[in-house]
């Protein structure tokens, strides 16, 4: 089965560059990535802590600050070319049309502020509305992600809320204008696993109820493979491998990804055993690597990964698999020979 | 067991009280029992201040000075005069009150336009970083180094005091004057304490989330940054009440300031100078005594309220 982007794109980044200048240098935290998010679509980000996955969101919603500096690529959506926008036309889109989740629901909603307030002061700031008006569609938010008695809860501060129904509250914001994309940055990492199931269901029913298209950028391949039509992998900055849900877990054709998915845990594994890692560990991102940034961790590594840089091509047999890897074709066989 | 167990959904929605910040940090302060008592003396004497000419028979500075009045000259104090009377035979009781009327008018003026001037140049500062920080926060440091007494002695020496010819001032023999004096001296400390609030709250997350939902870079400051520094800008302002009726006084005893006839602790102090150590002591003791008993009063309301307001208290 192959998924293809529908064919309006309505976010298109290309070959993006972001550098953080620090006192040891310079980060280059994203080296041109591209990606394209198709309209109702779910594209998954994932990578390990560091590869940029959250960089690249941040650039998209145009929320890189110093000493964070996005120095190439573009960055399209629906058809507006964000770099060139003034503050004024980007903050019109930020919780408008584009909107973010963030990863800590501790500590993304204001502690001074009852959580119905806060969201009715994200929909206030597009769109012109009475404040008691705004107060009622909140509720109605919140009764949307599950919130029981939510015209009551509405009234509390974060802290009366727990970190799932924080979290809750914060989807409630994002889609309260109605965005044709959500962006949501590791949505599930800092609750607790029994409450992670119930906030992606509200995830997604919050994605069906306002028919936008999500950028998931996570950590966690259960999370991916529960929610997302595409994916995209990323390393030190860079995509490794770019396709289908069902492609890249059944077919994984970068040696980053199979690493990644062979350290999941598995119910058949036997008692007492070590869990499968990645040996080694990501490189720091002063400096630019020769050659494939995984080189060094990498069981197949050649001659040739250490000395040029490997580029994004079709791999596998679906026209919108690709991997940059120089032995993308090679990897079926080589796995088989070489238990992981 | 399982009996125990609420549905999920109702879990910490089982009628959790809508506690409201300022009902939340009202019963922290309650836990604070010398604050309680500090604030019930403040209002206490606040209270006698304002309502003086009811409270007292005498005048604070009666005219003519009758032959009686001033046959009750140096009185030691009486239940008809609790505080004596002074070498003109005027009650002390009522001079003290119009003199802690005067302090507390100053007191709380001074807190409104420092901490005013403190939370505007400080949250610019924290807030925007960069250039505008360096900038305003040198200036802060030009004025911390001044030395404070001598410039604020030629301040209130100066009689028509004006901004470069621009605007003028009300002299610092008037209550206005005075305010405008102490506060120019006394924001810095403000400004400080909000500029280092904002640059560890602006990196919090729940700013980044408002940058997300499009808020701008006023709106951040005002709606979000502000109501989380609100603690330690509400105790600045407390302590400089006392810090400022302490200024006045002092200007005022060094003979600036508010001038006799018009009343103010200060002078009321430097009025009765030489009798310490004499039967006329108490013409010092008492107005000292209410002089230190407001300056105490806010300074453990002051404590009071950085306990009550500090968000990583215990509920």
């Known amino acids: ?340 | 067991m399982s009996q125990d167990l609420a549905p999920l959904a109702e879990v910490g929605a089982s009628g959790a009280p809508v506690r409201s910040y300022l009902r939340l940090v009202a019963r922290r302060f309650r836990g604070h029992k010398v604050a309680v008592a500090a604030l019930v003396v403040l209002v206490l004497l606040a209270g006698l201040a304002v309502f003086v000419n009811v409270m007292s028979p005498y005048e604070a500075n009666p005219i003519p000075l009758t032959p009686e009045i001033l046959g009750e000259a140096r009185e030691q104090p009486t239940w008809d005069h609790i505080f004596g009377t002074d070498k003109l035979g005027r009650d002390m009781f009522t001079r003290s009150l119009v003199g802690l009327q005067k302090s507390l008018q100053i007191g709380f003026g001074v807190a409104i336009v420092s901490v005013l001037i403190g939370v505007v140049i400080g949250s610019l500062a924290g807030y925007y970083r960069g250039w505008i920080d360096a900038l305003l926060m040198r200036f802060t440091d030009l004025i911390l180094v001044l030395p404070a007494l001598a410039v604020l002695i030629i301040l209130a020496s100066t009689p028509e005091p004006s901004f470069f010819g621009l605007f003028d001032f009300p002299p610092a023999t008037t209550v206005t004057g005075m305010v405008i004096v102490i506060s120019v001296l006394g924001w810095m400390p403000m400004a400080r304490i909000v500029r280092g609030e904002f640059l560890s709250l602006r990196e919090k997350e729940f700013v980044d989330a408002a940058r997300a939902a499009g808020a701008s870079g006023p709106r951040i400051i005002v709606r979000h940054l502000l109501p989380n520094a609100v603690g330690p800008i509400v105790v600045f302002g407390t302590l400089e009440v006392g810090l400022a009726i302490l200024t006045e006084a002092t200007l005022s005893f060094l003979g600036l300031g508010i001038q006799l006839p018009k009343i103010s602790l200060g002078n009321l102090i430097a009025d009765a100078e030489g009798t310490v150590g004499t039967d006329l002591a108490y013409l010092v003791i008492f107005p000292g005594l209410i002089l230190f008993l407001i300056v105490l009063c806010v300074n453990f309301i002051g404590d009071g309220l950085r306990d009550a307001l500090d968000p990583r208290a215990v509920r």
């Open chain 1, 1 to 340: 089965m192959t998924h293809t982007p529908p064919a309006p794109a309505l976010l298109e980044v290309e070959g993006l560059e972001v550098e953080f200048k620090t006192e040891d240098g310079i980060v280059h935290a994203v080296n041109g990535v591209s990606l394209v998010v198709g309209m109702r679509e779910t594209l998954a980000v994932v990578g390990e802590s560091g590869s940029g996955k959250s960089v690249t969101a941040l650039s998209i919603m145009g929320l890189v600050t110093k000493p964070g500096r996005i120095t190439n690529g573009a960055v399209s959506f629906a058809g507006r070319d964000l770099r060139t926008l003034t503050d004024k036309e980007y903050r019109g889109l930020r919780g408008g049309d584009l909107a973010m989740i963030f990863q800590d629901p501790l500590s993304s909603l204001n502690p001074a502020f009852r959580v119905g307030d806060q969201i009715a002061e994200a929909i206030r700031a597009h769109s012109d509305t009475s404040k008691a008006a705004a107060r009622e569609r909140a509720a109605e938010l919140l009764a949307l992600v599950g919130i029981p008695q939510a015209s009551t809860r509405a009234r509390d501060y974060p802290h009366q809320f727990s970190g799932g129904m924080r979290q809750r509250a914060m989807i409630a914001m994002a889609i309260a204008n109605v965005p044709k994309l959500l962006i949501a940055d590791e949505p599930t990492t800092a609750l607790d696993v029994t409450i992670q199931a119930q906030v992606l269901e509200v995830l997604q029913a919050a994605q069906r109820e306002t028919d936008a298209a999500m950028l998931l950028i996570t950590h966690d391949l259960g999370i991916v493979a529960g929610l997302a039509d595409r994916v995209v992998v990323m390393y030190a900055g860079r995509i490794v491998e770019e396709a289908t849900l069902d492609d890249l877990f059944y077919d994984p054709r970068h040696p980053y990804t199979i690493g990644l998915l062979g350290s999941l845990p598995r119910l058949d594994d036997k008692r007492g055993e070590p869990l499968r890692t990645i040996p080694g560990s990501p490189p720091g991102l002063y400096s630019l690597s020769v050659g494939c940034a995984l080189a060094p961790r990498c069981a197949f590594a050649i001659d040739r990964c250490r000395s040029e840089q490997p580029e994004l091509r079709v791999a596998g047999a679906a026209a919108d698999h690709r991997s940059a890897c120089f032995r993308a074709e090679e990897l079926p066989g080589l796995r088989s020979e070489q238990p992981a």
